[in-house]
């Protein structure tokens, strides 16, 4: 049997999938990703993303940061559309065959697409709020108040991201351990599963289909019950829902 026939009877026989991915299913949204080869890491910057992505970084460097974030993370999903991934994925859903999608991503596709079940381990880009006063922003009043947006009360407007050196939300993580801990069926996409703790959270899967769809390898293609090497989006779009 071929991967995609693999994959096409596994989900027919399964009604708890939970996809859990990364950067690498927007990126045929023209998103780029960190670490492939012509993602994020390997631009020339004064600092590495990590480091600017950092939450001391965001409070010693304030200016640059968001000089970065509105340049290289915002200005990308400004015009982005969901993908063919994006769309299967919010479709399974639909037919009540889907239990979750959690997502390293915080650029919102997922939710575009219309999957309703989104855990964003990483936050959105589309909510901000004043560290002073706690007041709500979209994106687009965030960025209607200027290069280092500020708050009527004077406070400063953060994203609502978890920048590196900061702990992702409890809540959201008991509702990815339990959404991953009672799938029939996991796929894992579009990750390079090297940021912690997202990444372990692979673990807590109980079942035997773990399908992992992914360009480059992953340190979990081992404990895959199947590895499908290719594009997530062309390889979804193969299947017949
Ligand atoms: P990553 O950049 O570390 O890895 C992406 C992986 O996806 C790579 O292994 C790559 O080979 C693979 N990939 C790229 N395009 C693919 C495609 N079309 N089909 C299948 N595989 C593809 O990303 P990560 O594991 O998500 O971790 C990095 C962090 O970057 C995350 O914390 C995330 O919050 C953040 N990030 C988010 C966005 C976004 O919101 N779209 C974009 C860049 C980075
Ligand atoms: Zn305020």
Not at 21 to 27: D, H, K, L, M, R
Not at 208 to 222: E, W
């Amino acid at each position: 049997m071929d991967t995609i026939a693999q994959l096409q009877q596994y989900i027919d026989q399964s009604s708890r999938i939970v996809f859990f991915g990364g950067a690498g299913v927007s990126t045929e949204s023209g998103i780029k990703d960190f670490r492939s080869v012509d993602g994020l890491y390997h631009m020339k910057y004064k600092y590495n993303p990590e480091t600017i992505l950092s939450h001391s970084f965001f409070l010693n460097h304030t200016e640059e940061f968001f000089e970065f974030y509105m340049d290289k993370i915002v200005q990308p999903t400004q015009n982005a559309a969901p993908n063919t991934a994006h769309t299967v994925l919010a479709q399974l859903e639909a037919q009540g065959k889907l239990s979750a999608v959690i997502t390293q991503n915080i650029d919102g596709l997922h939710q575009m697409a219309g999957s309703r079940n989104v855990l964003e381990l990483h936050g959105s880009i589309h909510r901000n709020y004043c560290m002073k006063c706690g007041a709500k922003y979209s994106l687009a009043e965030t960025l209607a108040h200027g290069d280092i947006p500020h708050c009527k009360c004077g406070g400063l407007i953060r994203p609502d991201v978890v920048l590196y050196e900061e702990p992702l939300n409890d809540t959201i993580i008991t509702k990815a351990i339990h959404a991953i801990s009672s799938a029939d069926l996991l796929i894992v996409g579009g990750t390079s599963l090297t940021v912690y703790p997202a990444a372990g959270f692979l673990d807590f899967y109980q079942g035997n289909k773990l399908v992992v769809i992914n360009l480059d390898n992953t340190s979990y293609d081992s404990k895959a019950a199947l590895t499908i090497n290719g594009k997530i989006g062309e390889v979804l779009g193969q299947l017949a829902l």
